[in-house]
């Protein structure tokens, strides 16, 4: 299970951090990344992290947001500066699971966490 938790409601120009841990047993997580999506808008890739730490954004939020992970504690982060009111969106956690036993990754979801950014 994939738990995201962070969201909130922030000034123009202010930061936030978002997490998501993975709990459970018998698993290990390869990429884990975030998107949004704003109301009547399409789902948003934000950011990628993969198990080596190398990290990935899109144009729109690059030098402005940061992925990181603590592998230990199965959890990545989101680090959001300067935001703007266009970030304003639901966010939402992914993983590439491997389940113990299962011969390929999964891909599982978090539920999402309102971020709101007001000017």
């Known amino acids: 299970q994939l738990q995201a938790s962070g969201g909130g409601l922030v000034q123009a120009g202010g930061s936030l951090r978002l997490s998501c841990a993975a709990s459970?047993?018998?698993?290990?997580?390869?990429?884990m990344g975030w998107y949004r999506q704003a109301p009547g808008k399409r789902r948003e890739w934000v950011a990628g992290?993969?198990?080596?730490?190398?990290?990935n954004y899109p144009d729109s939020v690059k030098g402005r947001f940061t992925v990181s992970r603590d592998n230990a504690k199965n959890t990545v982060y989101l680090e959001m500066n300067s935001l703007k009111p266009e970030d304003t969106a639901v966010y939402s956690c992914?993983?590439?699971?491997?389940?113990?036993?299962?011969?390929?990754?999964?891909?599982?979801w978090g539920q999402g966490t309102q971020v709101t950014v007001s000017s």
């Open positions: 992914n993983a590439a699971i491997l389940v113990t036993g299962s011969s390929h990754y999964d891909w599982y």
């Open positions: 992290i993969d198990s080596g730490g190398s990290t």
């Open positions: 459970g047993t018998g698993f290990s997580l390869s990429t």
